[in-house]
């Protein structure tokens, strides 16, 4: 950290294009600038109202020294074309983050960027509030709720900077801010992008520094050999150790001290669900980290998986984007594949046997008549609920499950041998649209979702008015 000589003092006035700010003490520091907290004076119409910023400076604390006097930043003639192609990557990353933060309310947004001292600047918005290191020091470690509500719009970001093809390559619990909105609630942000990166196209970086500082404990393997590619991968790791300091309260060991899986062993008497989801992105093979996965499966979880063991048979969802369409795939645990299978089983069974037997009539008019009618009422019941209570269906796991059950169990009951072979296609016609509307049963899709439920009611009504 540069020391007290190298910082701009209280009281002094640095000037922007735009306005005059005065520097009211220094938040932090570290190997390639300072962040200081200033105030400005700012004009809305007539009136004048006094706002607070924060303000990174570009100083490489091991080239550069600031004048006395003048207060402007010096180094060597050797150490000037490393400091002055670092200052040119630093603008061109403040004028990056500028374009990209705007667009997403959990990265930090920077108001301008200018030169002066013979250094560079950029404005940030000042969040009141702490830190999330600060708030787990206080608070002690997370449940699981709370460490959700809180992660999953950081990793959205991630996966918005991911996008734009800007890894952060410093994501931990010092550079998350936990800001309060005006209505009271608890906005995290992403900050500190001194160590962040642009690539091209072709996966080259823009920029022409290639530092190899790391955050120990939340920094992956190869990021203390050097990142030249973009590796969206490096940052899916700190997410994964971040989440790990807040469930434990602790700092997780440098990743070149540990052994596959180590993490994820600490975090399992807690949720099998999170530990898996931990497990998977601090794998220390790159290559095994599951980068798609991340950005989904924590938005996917609900209270009731961080509940359950693997022991108990539910079905997990997990959002997959594709293009702009966001869908649901339903994924079975070991425990519930046993069930299905045991149920189809079963099913097999009776359908051999009775109708082999002289208990044929018995068993279609009797037995499996009596399954056709549970399913077909279930499916129409149950597709009513989601008709008139759409959001409560989504979210509900069990209802999703008894309904697919009752769909499947419906269907193979009918009669169909009655039918020609074009009304058993017609059949599965139908059964496909149904399917399809309750996949695209997001938010976003409620009315779509609905005129699948609305399909559904007549379905199960023509089933049973026909048996």
């Known amino acids: 950290m540069p020391s007290k000589l190298n910082v701009l003092p209280e009281g002094y006035i640095l000037q922007s294009p735009h306005y005059t700010y005065r520097i009211e003490s220094v938040l932090g520091a570290g190997g390639f600038g300072i962040t200081y907290l200033a105030t400005a004076n ?16 570009h100083f490489v604390s091991s ?34 983050l500028h374009k990209v933060g705007v667009n997403h309310q959990n990265i930090v947004k920077v108001n301008e960027v200018f030169e002066a001292n013979n250094t560079a600047y950029y404005v940030m918005e000042y969040l009141e509030g702490e830190s999330l290191r600060s708030f787990v020091n206080k608070n002690g470690a997370m449940k699981e709720d709370r460490l959700l509500s809180l992660m999953n ?7 918005y900077l991911h996008r734009n093809r800007v890894t952060h390559l410093d ?42 500082a790391c955050s120990d404990g939340y920094a992956p393997i190869e990021q203390y050999a050097g990142i030249t590619t973009f590796s969206p991968s490096a940052d899916i790791y700190a997410l994964g150790a971040t989440m790990w300091f807040c469930l434990t309260g602790k700092n997780p060991k440098k990743s070149t001290e540990l ?30 980290r ?26 997990s969802t997990k959002h997959i984007e594709s293009g702009k ?21 079963i099913l097999v069974i009776l359908e051999t046997v009775f109708s082999w037997s002289g208990f044929h009539d018995w068993y279609y008019y009797g037995l499996r008549g009596i399954f056709k009618q549970v399913g077909t009422l279930s499916f129409l019941f149950l597709s009513v609920y989601g008709l008139t209570e759409t959001n409560n269906f989504i979210q509900s796991k069990k209802a999703k499950y008894l309904w697919t059950i009752s769909l499947a169990l419906g269907l193979y009951c009918m009669d169909a041998y009655r039918f020609d072979f074009w009304s058993i296609i017609g059949w599965f016609i139908l059964f496909g649209i149904v399917i399809t509307c309750y996949e695209l049963s997001v938010r976003k899709f409620l009315k779509f979702t609905q005129i699948g439920f609305l399909i559904s009611i007549l379905l199960s009504l023509f089933w049973y008015t026909i048996s």
């Open 171 to 212: 994501i931990k619990p010092d550079n998350i801010m936990l800001s309060h909105d005006e209505n009271g609630s608890s906005r995290p942000v992403l900050i500190d992008f001194g160590l962040s990166k642009h690539y091209d196209k072709n996966g080259k970086p823009t920029s022409t520094i290639n530092t190899l």
């Open 290 to 315: 599951n980068i798609q996965l991340i950005y989904s499966a924590a938005s996917s979880l609900t209270n009731e998986d961080l509940t359950k063991e693997d022991d108990v048979g539910h079905v």
């Open 63 to 96: 080239d550069c020294e600031r004048e006395q006097d003048s207060k402007k930043v010096v180094y060597s003639n050797p150490a000037k074309e490393r400091v002055e192609n670092s200052r040119k990557d630093f603008i061109s990353e403040a004028k990056r």
């Open 325 to 345: 369409l966001n869908y649901q795939i339903y994924t079975f645990n070991n425990i519930t594949k046993r069930l299905i299978f045991l149920f189809v089983l």
């Open 153 to 159: 719009p950081i990793i959205e970001a991630v996966q």
């Open 42 to 57: 700012i004009k809305v119409g007539n009136v004048s109202l006094k706002g607070n910023f924060a303000i990174k400076e």
């Open 259 to 288: 052994h596959e899986g180590e993490l994820a062993s600490f975090v399992k008497p807690l949720s099998k669900a999170l530990s898996q989801l931990i497990e998977n992105a601090c794998k220390l093979n790159r290559d095994l």
